[in-house]
């Protein structure tokens, strides 16, 4: 059974939006954090955007001020509004529950294909 669920990734020209949902197969409350990675071809996968339960946000510096990463605990969804996209922001899309240690607490799953182009 899949734990992460994303969806939302679509072909877009530069300067469109883009908004990623994640549904998430555990209480996303009884975590710290929550996050969204991206992973382009030949590269590793980063993480991009973290909310914490206390509001604290974090953004990777190449999307800030372009994305918004939020939460609905209620329905354990995450959710990443991407404004101003670029061509170099084309990668899969994964969400997860990040750890203290740089890992995640959740299997990857299939992620969702974001694609700018010029």
């Known amino acids: 059974q899949a734990q992460l669920l994303e969806s939302g990734g679509a072909l877009v020209q530069a300067g469109g939006s883009l908004k990623l949902s994640c549904a998430v197969a555990r209480s996303i409350n009884r975590f710290k954090s929550v996050g969204w990675y991206r992973q382009a071809p030949g590269k590793e996968r980063e993480l991009v955007a973290k909310l914490t339960n206390d509001d604290d946000f974090s953004y990777e510096d190449s999307v800030k001020g372009r994305f918004t990463i939020s939460r609905d605990n209620a329905n354990n969804m995450v959710f990443l509004q991407m404004n101003s996209l670029k061509p170099e922001d084309t990668a899969v899309y994964y969400c997860?529950?990040?750890?203290?240690?740089?890992?995640?607490?959740?299997?990857w799953g299939q992620g969702t294909q974001v694609t700018v182009s010029s």
């Open positions: 997860n529950l990040p750890g203290s240690l740089g890992g995640a607490y959740l299997r």
